[in-house]
């Protein structure tokens, strides 16, 4: 069986439960050198440990089985365990020879024998030697016999005369099986010589011979002789008692006719003191407390002696003028027990000899020595180099990272010195600090049990208790303190101007803006601290580089150059706000802009990536378009004008019942150079199906002049008039357009 094979479940069998097991740190202990069975104190099974070979373990001895004990601590037990092993059919019937060479004369008669001796299978049982079969043939027939310790051997009988005129050579195979499943078998080759007449066999004075040697015999030692003129049997091996106490094998005489006869050898081996006694410690409690009563065990002792008779009968002894004697209750175990009151203070170790004697002759023996030590009681608790600790730690940490590694000491001895750390259970923002770090009992290694947010959380105190084992224990507090560090996790935000996933009105730049014009600033603010949340500003990608750069420190977008008539239009650009953490992280905000003369052209910017393309044959049809609709524009607007001011007052009457349309463009910079936010412009577009019953009003916000457009536009030609600007407006049908104009605007669309 595979190593973790379920041999049985001791628990059950001994009427334990598993806490019994566990409390008493059950174990198996054995003399020998290979453990063959795993305790699982954990289910209370009884497991393969090594895998068995019974053959190896037992040879031809059955039934087969090994033993071991079970001990079990507080308090201590013993139990006896035997465990047998089942053989399985792993080894094929073999014959010591391939090949069997037989003379036989022609004048034999039917019914003599032909010795074919045995074939030799390790298992044992039904899985042994069940039956021998032979070839078929005209000549022979098979029959097999078992002897008194089991083993079955083959014979051929002659069952027809020979002829050798006929036949000079037979060839025979003879097969052994055995009974396992699936079935092995073993083949051995008879070649069989007819020989002339031979009337004499030779013939054995008995059937079966004993003799008894001793196992240290030397090699070349004579052991029987089998009579006057025949063989000498002699040893041409090593003999050991302890693995094979007999032997059994088969002799056969044969004559030059072909005739022969077998007798049986059976040879006992006698056993010698050679094995001196073996001391295994099964159990060894150390250190005892000094306060332990009279007759508390401190070991348990396993002695074995591999000789058999007195050879094998062992007494052991302990040293004299020692606290300690020795007890037996069970074969083989002796238990160490103290047999005097213990005074650590006068002896905190003693070094035990165990001795261990043979009854042989000479005896042999052996010693073990146990060191055994006092332990202290507790009188003394935990000591911290420092009352309060510091740690630091970045945000953003992994899970389970070690913060600190607590070290205390006790002067105290083993147990009483085995320094055990927790963490004493407060709050942190209202939540248990369990929640946040954890530490290690044993190690005293403080864990982060999440990550940290410097955002949220910039330090936090904890208490730690060490204590030790001690019974009652003593325990100490120190306080540390975790500083949490902040780490560039978070990228600039972009505050201004405002990113939607629709057209964005552009900012304006009036073509009349110098070198150094403010168009815009880009503001952004960063969460993190200290050097992480140093912004800077980048121009990363423009319709025209030449044309703007961005202030590196506070994000102001201003003209490099006087703007001129060539210049596109529509300008885009791209900057990339960046912190100074490392590594950096960036935002991208994009800006679009519009070159205008003296009136913005409020046009919006698309995401196209096709924006800086253009096509001269559609652009001279758009220039076509333009001056089309502005001559028509303007012949509009002056009709309008000299009908409104006719009907200036029959319109007002209709004001009131006028569906009024808010219309807010965004807002952009005309501040200069002084570094200021854009100021606000505020619009009111009121629309009607007429034209002439539209208005337009300009409203002056921040201190900046206004200009309304009312339905006689008397007044606002007056303002218009007063201020240099010129007011156009389109009208296309029925429908009526707002006009729109500021003090600086030369064009309306």
């Given at each position: 069986?595979?190593?973790?094979?379920?041999?049985?479940?001791?628990?059950?069998?001994l009427?334990?439960?598993?806490?019994?097991?566990?409390?008493?740190?059950?174990?198996?202990?054995?003399?020998?050198?290979?453990?063959?069975?795993?305790?699982?104190?954990?289910?209370?099974?009884?497991?393969?440990?090594?895998?068995?070979?019974?053959?190896?373990?037992?040879?031809?001895?059955?039934?087969?089985?090994?033993t071991?004990?079970?001990?079990?601590?507080?308090?201590?037990?013993?139990?006896?365990?035997?465990?047998?092993?089942?053989?399985?059919?792993?080894?094929?019937?073999?014959?010591?020879?391939?090949?069997?060479?037989?003379?036989?004369?022609e004048?034999?008669?039917?019914?003599?024998?032909?010795?074919?001796?045995?074939?030799?299978?390790?298992?044992?049982?039904?899985?042994?030697?069940?039956?021998?079969?032979?070839?078929?043939?005209?000549?022979?027939?098979?029959?097999?016999?078992?002897?008194?310790s089991?083993?079955?051997?083959?014979?051929?009988?002659?069952?027809?005369?020979?002829?050798?005129?006929?036949?000079s050579?037979?060839?025979?195979?003879?097969?052994?099986?055995?009974?396992?499943?699936?079935?092995?078998?073993?083949?051995?080759?008879?070649?069989?010589?007819?020989?002339?007449?031979?009337?004499?066999?030779?013939?054995?004075?008995q059937?079966?011979?004993?003799?008894?040697?001793?196992?240290?015999?030397?090699e070349?030692?004579?052991?029987?002789?089998?009579?006057?003129?025949?063989?000498?049997?002699?040893?041409n091996?090593?003999?050991?008692?302890?693995?094979?106490?007999?032997?059994?094998?088969?002799?056969?005489?044969?004559?030059?006719?072909?005739?022969?006869?077998?007798?049986?050898?059976?040879?006992?081996?006698?056993?010698?003191?050679?094995?001196?006694?073996?001391?295994?410690?099964?159990?060894?409690?150390?250190?005892?407390?000094?306060?332990?009563?009279?007759?508390?065990?401190?070991?348990?002792?396993?002695?074995?002696?591999?000789?058999?008779?007195?050879?094998?009968?062992?007494?052991?002894?302990?040293?004299?003028?020692?606290?300690?004697k020795?007890?037996?209750?069970?074969?083989?175990?002796?238990?160490?027990?103290?047999?005097?009151?213990?005074?650590?203070?006068?002896?905190?170790?003693?070094?035990?000899?165990?001795?261990?004697?043979?009854?042989?002759?000479?005896?042999?023996?052996?010693?073990?020595?146990?060191?055994?030590?006092?332990?202290?009681?507790n009188?003394?608790?935990?000591k911290?180099?420092?009352?309060?600790?510091?740690t630091?730690?970045?945000?953003?940490?992994?899970?389970?990272?070690?913060?600190?590694?607590?070290?205390?000491?006790?002067?105290?001895?083993?147990?009483?010195?085995?320094?055990?750390?927790?963490?004493?259970?407060?709050?942190?923002?209202?939540?248990?600090?369990?929640?946040?770090?954890?530490?290690?009992?044993?190690?005293?290694?403080?864990?982060?049990?999440?990550?940290?947010?410097?955002?949220?959380?910039?330090?936090?105190?904890?208490i730690v208790?060490?204590?030790?084992?001690?019974?009652?224990?003593?325990?100490?507090n120190?306080?540390?303190?975790?500083?949490?560090?902040?780490?560039?996790?978070?990228?600039?935000?972009?505050?201004?101007?405002?990113?939607?996933?629709?057209?964005?009105?552009?900012?304006?730049?009036?073509?009349?803006?110098?070198?150094?014009?403010?168009?815009?600033?880009?503001?952004?603010?960063?969460?993190?601290?200290?050097q992480?949340?140093?912004?800077?500003?980048?121009?990363?990608?423009?319709?025209?580089?030449?044309?703007?750069?961005?202030?590196?420190?506070?994000?102001?977008?201003?003209?490099?150059?006087?703007?001129?008539?060539?210049?596109?239009?529509?300008?885009?650009?791209?900057?990339?706000?960046?912190?100074?953490?490392?590594?950096?992280?960036?935002?991208?905000?994009?800006?679009?802009?519009?070159?205008?003369?003296?009136?913005?052209?409020?046009?919006?910017?698309?995401?196209?990536?096709?924006?800086?393309?253009?096509?001269?044959?559609?652009?001279?049809?758009?220039?076509?378009a333009?001056?089309a609709?502005?001559?028509?524009?303007?012949?509009?607007?002056?009709?309008?004008?000299?009908?409104?001011?006719?009907?200036?007052?029959?319109?007002?009457?209709?004001?009131?019942?006028?569906?009024?349309?808010?219309?807010?463009?965004?807002?952009?910079?005309?501040?200069?150079?002084?570094?200021?936010?854009?100021?606000?412009?505020?619009?009111?577009?009121?629309?009607?199906?007429?034209?002439?019953?539209?208005?337009?009003?300009?409203?002056?916000?921040?201190?900046?002049?206004?200009?309304?457009?009312?339905?006689?536009?008397?007044e606002?030609?007056?303002?218009?008039?007063k201020?240099?600007?010129?007011?156009?407006?389109?009208?296309?049908?029925?429908?009526?357009?707002a006009?729109?104009?500021?003090?600086?605007?030369?064009?309306?669309?």
């Amino acid at each position: 069986m595979k190593k973790g094979f379920l041999i049985g479940n001791i628990a059950h069998d001994l009427g334990f439960d598993v806490q019994r097991l566990r409390s008493g740190r059950a174990r198996i202990v054995s003399g020998d050198n290979t453990q063959y069975a795993e305790l699982k104190t954990d289910k209370g099974t009884l497991v393969v440990n090594e895998r068995i070979d019974r053959e190896q373990l037992c040879a031809e001895t059955t039934p087969c089985s090994f033993t071991f004990e079970i001990i079990l601590d507080n308090p201590m037990e013993l139990h006896h365990v035997t465990v047998e092993i089942l053989d399985i059919n792993d080894h094929s019937p073999a014959f010591t020879k391939e090949q069997i060479i037989i003379e036989i004369s022609e004048s034999v008669t039917p019914g003599t024998r032909f010795l074919l001796g045995s074939a030799h299978d390790s298992d044992v049982g039904v899985n042994g030697i069940q039956d021998y079969i032979m070839s078929p043939n005209d000549n022979f027939i098979l029959k097999q016999h078992a002897r008194p310790s089991g083993v079955k051997y083959a014979e051929m009988v002659l069952q027809r005369p020979l002829d050798r005129e006929k036949y000079s050579r037979i060839s025979l195979v003879v097969t052994a099986v055995d009974g396992g499943n699936p079935q092995r078998s073993g083949n051995v080759k008879i070649e069989v010589t007819v020989l002339d007449v031979n009337d004499n066999a030779p013939v054995f004075n008995q059937s079966v011979y004993r003799a008894i040697i001793a196992e240290n015999a030397p090699e070349g030692t004579q052991i029987t002789i089998i009579n006057e003129s025949t063989g000498v049997v002699t040893l041409n091996g090593v003999l050991d008692y302890e693995k094979t106490n007999k032997y059994e094998f088969d002799i056969e005489a044969k004559d030059q006719g072909g005739l022969g006869d077998s007798a049986k050898v059976i040879v006992e081996l006698i056993d010698v003191n050679d094995n001196a006694p073996v001391i295994s410690v099964m159990s060894f409690s150390s250190p005892v407390s000094e306060d332990a009563p009279l007759g508390t065990t401190v070991a348990i002792l396993n002695v074995k002696d591999l000789d058999s008779g007195e050879n094998g009968q062992v007494r052991c002894t302990v040293d004299r003028n020692m606290p300690f004697k020795l007890q037996s209750s069970l074969r083989h175990y002796y238990t160490l027990v103290t047999d005097a009151a213990l005074d650590r203070e006068r002896v905190v170790e003693y070094n035990i000899t165990i001795t261990a004697t043979d009854s042989g002759s000479p005896a042999l023996s052996s010693q073990k020595t146990l060191h055994f030590k006092i332990s202290d009681v507790n009188d003394n608790p935990p000591k911290f180099q420092k009352s309060v600790f510091t740690t630091y730690i970045t945000e953003n940490n992994q899970p389970g990272v070690s913060i600190f590694t607590f070290s205390a000491q006790d002067d105290d001895w083993n147990q009483n010195a085995r320094i055990s750390y927790f963490l004493n259970e407060t709050s942190v923002g209202g939540a248990p600090v369990s929640s946040l770090i954890s530490i290690y009992a044993d190690s005293g290694v403080v864990h982060a049990l999440r990550a940290f947010d410097y955002e949220q959380i910039q330090s936090l105190q904890v208490i730690v208790k060490a204590q030790d084992g001690g019974s009652p224990p003593l325990s100490t507090n120190v306080t540390l303190d975790i500083i949490i560090q902040d780490q560039n996790d978070n990228a600039p935000q972009i505050l201004y101007p405002v990113q939607t996933g629709g057209s964005v009105v552009a900012e304006i730049v009036p073509r009349s803006a110098d070198v150094g014009y403010l168009v815009t600033k880009v503001v952004a603010v960063d969460v993190d601290s200290g050097q992480n949340a140093w912004l800077s500003y980048k121009l990363q990608k423009a319709t025209d580089r030449a044309l703007f750069e961005v202030s590196l420190q506070n994000g102001e977008i201003r003209t490099v150059r006087q703007v001129n008539d060539k210049d596109a239009v529509k300008q885009k650009l791209t900057v990339v706000v960046e912190d100074n953490g490392q590594p950096s992280r960036s935002a991208v905000v994009t800006i679009n802009l519009a070159v205008a003369d003296s009136f913005p052209v409020i046009s919006e910017f698309t995401n196209s990536g096709h924006t800086n393309q253009y096509d001269d044959t559609l652009t001279f049809y758009l220039v076509l378009a333009l001056a089309a609709v502005s001559f028509l524009f303007i012949t509009c607007v002056v009709v309008i004008i000299s009908v409104k001011i006719y009907r200036w007052r029959q319109s007002r009457l209709y004001q009131s019942n006028l569906p009024v349309i808010p219309y807010y463009p965004s807002y952009y910079a005309d501040t200069g150079v002084t570094g200021t936010l854009p100021h606000a412009y505020n619009y009111e577009v009121c629309m009607a199906t007429d034209s002439r019953k539209s208005e337009c009003k300009f409203s002056t916000l921040d201190g900046q002049s206004v200009l309304v457009v009312d339905p006689s536009f008397t007044e606002t030609m007056q303002r218009a008039m007063k201020d240099k600007n010129f007011l156009e407006n389109r009208d296309s049908g029925d429908a009526g357009e707002a006009i729109v104009a500021s003090p600086s605007m030369k064009e309306c669309w």
